[in-house]
Structure formats: structure tokens, C-alpha cells
Nanobody, 123 residues
Framework: RGQLAESGGGSVETGGSLRLSCVVS??????VGWFRQAPGKEREGVAS????????NYADSVKGRFTVSRDNAKNTVYLQMNNLKPEDTGMYFC??????????????????WGQGTQVTVSA
């Protein structure tokens, strides 16, 4: 059975950096996205990577600060997060699917979801 496994979360101060990793062990994973959910809020898309074209998408709130990348040899997708802000706090999930659109706002583009890793940014 396929699965996704996130790691790399933690607690940092404002302006700090973290790198999240998602090991992808599912067959249909051309599209991998990162999502986050803060307490009391809906899950929102942060960044996505479409394997066949290396196309990336970012939420406006993270553009210029976050970078998504993929190491196919390691079956791992990374989310490098720089200049972190308190509003970046939340549970971060990776998700995978075979959608060529790989959108951040359409959750049906993703068939598999990880368990999440917590990111906390203090002021």
C-alpha cells in the first residue's frame, strides 16, 4: 500500500528556516503538493511540484520564501521554508496524485495524504 511520510517540522523563531521532506511511496505521484492547516482554519495549499514538467505552483503568501523541489532518485519532495513568520504555523501535509493540473485549490487532484508534521513559528 502506498504512503507518504513527512518529516522536518519543528519550532523556530520568526525569520528562521526549516526544510520539510516527504518520502513518496505511491505509484501515482506525478503531482505532489504541500498543504498546511492551522487550528480552527481550513487546510490550504502551499506549494506543488509536477514531476513531468518540473512545474511549480506557490500560494501568494509564500512566494519568494518557500521553494518546492523533488529528488526523483530518493523519491522525496522537499519544501524549503525561509524567512518564516508566525502565520506560517500549522500542521504541514504532503499529498500526491496523478493530476496534470496539480492545483493548490483542488484537493481532488490528490489521492494520497501523509500524516503531517508540525511547524511552529514564534514571534
Amino acid at each position: 500500500r502506498g504512503q507518504l511520510a513527512e518529516s522536518g517540522g519543528g519550532s523556530v523563531e520568526t525569520g528562521g528556516s526549516l526544510r520539510l521532506s516527504c518520502v513518496v511511496s505511491v505509484y501515482n505521484s506525478d503531482c505532489v503538493g504541500w498543504f498546511r492547516q492551522a487550528p480552527g482554519k481550513e487546510r490550504e495549499g502551499v506549494a506543488s511540484f509536477y514531476k513531468r514538467t518540473s512545474r511549480t505552483n506557490y500560494a501568494d503568501s509564500v512566494k519568494g520564501r518557500f521553494t518546492v523541489s523533488r529528488d526523483n532518485a530518493k523519491n522525496t519532495v522537499y519544501l524549503q521554508m525561509n524567512n518564516l513568520k508566525p502565520e506560517d504555523t500549522g500542521m504541514y501535509f504532503c499529498a500526491a496524485g496523478d493530476s496534470r493540473y496539480c492545483r493548490l485549490t483542488v484537493k481532488r487532484d490528490y489521492s494520497y495524504w501523509g500524516q503531517g508534521t508540525q511547524v511552529t513559528v514564534s514571534a
